[in-house]
């Protein structure tokens, strides 16, 4: 016969099992993934960040989006200027918004990055976001909307060329095999031998780059294959999140970083801070892409670090897997690099490998 104290046990026991459940979907909410792309979808493009120059460079982004299948729609405010911004804070976060509502609109593309995006977080409708996932692509400053994303909504994005930038071999097959195909690419292998010189690409808005710098060859900091969730981006505007509460959690994950025109003594800081701020110690795995004009060194002046020490410094006592080199950054031919998704690198190597797709 069971007593009442069974049954009130029962009831407590059961009551506790409830708040626990409740407890865990709170804590770890199921994230949808965004839907895989078709041919002829319609897709946003959005300034989040600086202007572009003009009527020719939106011209030229749609080009660039319907090579790839895909059928740009632009957003209302696009064409507007205010300072070195494309528009103003609430007017550029109500495209993005707009975007993600649509349910016509299959995924974003920015057009540039520059700066400006972290100016707007405070202003985009995260539950409507979270709740309508879909591919949003760029890099650079676009690092700011990747990272909230991964801290208010959890899904995947791509850091991969803005609308504006070129899209070479590289770019376009794995930004398909993510994309359209669901794929798991290995990714990352710089595609040039060692010693030959990459094609870069200009920052967003200035003019080519005439004189080719010499590939970051790939260096091996800490040996082995790491997994963990891919998370980075743009070094410096990565950085400039520290303590907004913009940023995710690092625990486990794999850094991604790249940067331009910063001067080692820069990247040292930088790197300083993400360690005291306990982000670097956090991490399973570290990948440096590339730093495209990231040379101050004054050969004649004593005590100068490279580019490589620095990295060796702060990264190679943290003793996770670690290189430099993969092809990702501010070059031409880049790599298409999922945010937020499982993947395994393999240092020595020099490799970066999708455990799961980015899309559904």
């Not at 939106?58 to 740009?72: F, K, T």
């Not at 591919?135 to 676009?142: A, E, N, P, T």
């Not at 040292?268 to 399973?284: C, E, F, N, P």
């Not at 945010?339 to 980015?358: F, H, K, Q």
Request: contains cysteine; aromatic residues 6%; glycine residues 10%.
């Amino acid at each position: 016969m069971t007593t009442r104290r069974q049954i009130m046990a029962a009831m407590a026991g059961g009551i506790l099992a409830s708040q626990m459940a409740a407890f865990e979907t709170a804590a770890q909410p199921r994230i949808r993934k965004p839907a895989r792309l078709q041919a002829g979808d319609r897709v946003g493009i959005v300034a989040p960040a600086s202007p572009v120059d003009g009527e020719s460079d939106i011209a030229r982004a749609e080009e660039a989006i319907r090579a790839l299948g895909l059928d740009p729609i632009r957003g209302a405010n696009v064409n507007r200027q205010f300072g070195y911004l494309a528009g103003g804070d609430h007017a550029r976060a109500a495209d993005i918004n707009a975007m993600f509502a649509d349910n016509n609109i299959k995924a974003l593309f920015a057009l540039r990055g520059g700066w400006g995006a972290a100016r707007i977080l405070p202003y985009l409708d995260w539950d409507a976001i979270r709740a309508n996932p879909k591919l949003l692509v760029g890099y650079s400053d676009i690092t700011a909307l990747h990272m909230a994303i991964q801290t208010k909504c959890g899904f995947a994005t791509i850091h991969g060329p803005n609308a504006t930038s070129s899209w070479w071999e590289n770019s376009e097959n794995s930004f398909r095999s993510l994309a359209f195909d669901a794929g798991t690419p290995a990714l990352g292998r710089p595609p040039l031998p060692p010693g030959s010189l990459p094609d870069l690409q200009p920052p967003d808005g200035e003019p080519e780059i005439e004189k080719a710098e010499p590939a970051w060859p790939k260096l091996t900091i800490g040996v082995g294959k790491a997994r963990g969730t891919l998370l980075g981006g743009n070094l410096t505007v990565l950085n400039a999140l520290v303590g907004t509460g913009w940023l995710p959690d690092f625990k486990g994950a794999i850094l991604f970083l790249e940067d331009i025109d910063e001067a080692e003594y820069r990247i040292d800081r930088m790197l300083t801070q993400l360690g005291q701020a306990g982000i670097l110690r956090q991490l399973s795995g570290f990948v440096f892409g590339q730093c495209t004009r990231c040379s101050n060194r004054d050969p004649d002046v004593p005590g100068s670090f490279s580019l490589e020490a620095v990295l060796q410094q702060k990264i190679a006592p943290l003793g996770i897997p670690a290189f430099t080199g993969a092809n990702f950054g501010h070059v031409r031919n880049q790599y298409c690099i999922p945010v937020g998704v499982a993947a395994e690198i393999d240092a020595d190597a020099g490799t970066i490998t999708m455990l799961e797709p980015v899309v559904a």
